[in-house]
């Protein structure tokens, strides 16, 4: 992830029928101009090992020399702990350091981008620096949704590409940053992103098996289930909004890219995949992101772990998880609506990255607009509104049946934690 010396990337075969880029490095106070150019590293790069790729399989010939190319690199260096506005939790860091991160389609994360770097030099008022890092780009990476086409290339393609191309180190893919368990040591560069770019590349291929729709469908407010009665009605609604012209929304996207647009009844794009998706996926989508993702994540608490590590890197505005509920107290009544603000973690998906004793609140503001719109629905509020609201801790377990354990074990326990669910 880091490089001391911005290096750009060499070329591995002058013999090759494609050209590598250079990029000297770029120091700019322009938000727009730094993300320029990162996308212009980054599809410069990936266009080589690409091309460089394609080429091997149409001619059959192995390349004489390694193919490899780089991420962009984003860095900046604060020398003072002032800073103008410090409120947000993002847009700035904490201490005078060398700060760095790979960067992967910036494409993608333009308007992400263009909004930290906004921040950092408002923050700081200093300059952000571009360049090429030294960490190389996995071709099935750079290749993306493309690589399955080739993966049965044979085992003549599969070795040469391991010989002659960068393939993903697994070792060096993992959450240390955003854990807060990474070791700056006596590196030169302080993380400057809670992801490398290696480890989003591989949670976006993730994303795109999982749920059967290009990452660039995904929006900022994403919502899960685990029944499918709610990815109905939600199908329902998203069609009648596009029959009736968008309602704000510029298309609705189901598994398969099929796209429906604004104004249409029937799809005019996509293809529905040929089986199920592990994770059906659907997206009502706005031009600025603003518009609505909903995940049927299927049963279970691993699941649910397992794809909101995907879904992070894409680093949305909010995210709920809808479903039912065992109520606990006997105050309770079928239908109650039960507003989750702490949660007892009986599943142990999280215990390998979080200590059980760390407390995981719900995000405040998340939770006073969720009891707005529930009092804006039903008409009640104050007192009224405990008629069908309740707030309070919520369990979560990894045994399924827990009822038929013995009472002395999980029932006890949920008992004395004062949950008011499961």
Known sequence: MTNKDMKTAKPADTTAPYDHHHFEPMATKNASQAVDQLIEIYDANTHFLCSHFEHMVESGEEPKQRISACYPMLSVKVETFERLDSRLSFGHVSQPGLYSTTITNPTLFRDYLTRQIELLVKNHDVPVRVGVSDEPIPLHFALGPKFVGHGDGGDDTLLAMRNRFDVPDLTRINDDIVNGVYDVG??????????????????????????????????????????????????????KLMADGGGGYDAFIEPGNIITRAGDTEPTEGKAPA????????????????????????????????????????????????????????????????????????????????????????????????????????????????????????????????????????????????????
């Not at 560069?189 to 994303?207: G, K, N, Q, W």
């Not at 009640?380 to 309070?392: A, D, H, I, N």
């Open 186 to 239: 006596e590196g030169p560069f302080t993380p400057l992103a809670p992801f490398t770019a290696p480890r989003i590349d591989y949670s976006l291929l993730r994303l795109a098996h999982y749920t059967a729709t290009d990452v660039n469908h995904f929006q900022n407010f994403v919502l899960f289930t685990n029944y499918q009665f709610y990815m109905d009605e939600f199908q329902a609604m998203a069609r």
């Open 275 to 422: 089986r199920q998706p592990q994770m059906p996926t659907y997206h009502l989508t706005r031009g600025d992101h603003a518009g609505i993702t909903m995940v049927n994540i299927g049963v279970g608490p691993s699941n649910a772990k397992t794809i909101t590590d995907h879904v992070a890197v894409l680093r949305p505005h909010a995210w709920l998880m809808l479903g039912h509920c065992a109520g606990l107290r006997n105050s309770q009544a079928l239908g109650d609506y039960v507003l989750a603000h702490a949660y007892v973690r009986e599943d142990h998906v999280l215990d390998a990255d979080l200590p059980v004793w760390v407390p995981v609140p719900a995000l405040a503001e998340v939770q006073v607009a969720l009891e707005e719109s529930v009092a804006e629905v039903t008409g009640f509020s104050g007192y009224e509104l405990k008629k069908v609201m309740r707030t309070g801790t919520i369990a979560t377990i990894d045994n399924r049946n827990w009822e038929m354990v013995d009472q002395r074990g999980p029932v006890q326990r949920l008992s004395q934690s004062r949950a008011i669910a499961l």
